[in-house]
């Protein structure tokens, strides 16, 4: 099998989460994820979770093996402007995103969670 072969689909990122509210205020009422699906080996174990916003779609785990904090993930977007205005009237205390044009002819809204992680949106600007 040659790379010819190959037909590449949909990336799906693994964070690293640590406490599970402080997750779930971020990822579901700031970002406004949904959580899709949530499993736990036992009861009292580490969470392994699915959210997602529409395509977009993430796994944040507490399992120390599945990957570090301090990831970082671009996600493309559209109405990169909507989505800063409706970032900063959440009035959310641990984050006041700005909006960034880039050298690189992209509109940027760059947050980081509670555990590190740094989301990029974007959207290519006209």
Same mark, same amino acid.
């Given at each position: 099998?040659?790379?010819?072969? *190959?037909?590449? &689909?949909?990336? !799906? ?20 994820? &949904?959580?899709?699906?949530?499993? #736990? ?13 529409? /395509? ?15 990831? /970082?993930? #671009?996600?493309? &977007? ?12 959440? !009035?959310?205390?641990? &984050? #006041?995103?700005?909006?960034?044009? !880039? ?14 992680? #740094? *989301? ?7």
């Amino acid at each position: 099998m040659g790379n010819e072969d *190959l037909k590449l &689909a949909a990336v !799906t990122p693994i964070l690293r989460i640590f406490d599970v509210n402080k997750a779930l205020e971020f990822y579901i009422e700031f970002l406004g994820f &949904a959580v899709d699906w949530e499993h #736990r080996f036992e009861e009292g174990f580490p969470l392994y979770m699915q959210v997602s916003s529409g /395509a977009c779609v993430l796994h944040l785990s507490e399992h120390h093996g599945d990957c570090c904090p301090g990831g /970082a993930v #671009r996600i493309q &977007a559209n109405n990169v402007r909507a989505f800063h205005s409706s970032l900063l009237a959440k !009035t959310y205390k641990f &984050a #006041r995103p700005g909006l960034e044009q !880039t050298p690189w002819n992209s509109l940027e809204v760059q947050v980081v969670d509670p555990f590190g992680n #740094r *989301l990029v949106f974007y959207e290519a600007s006209e």
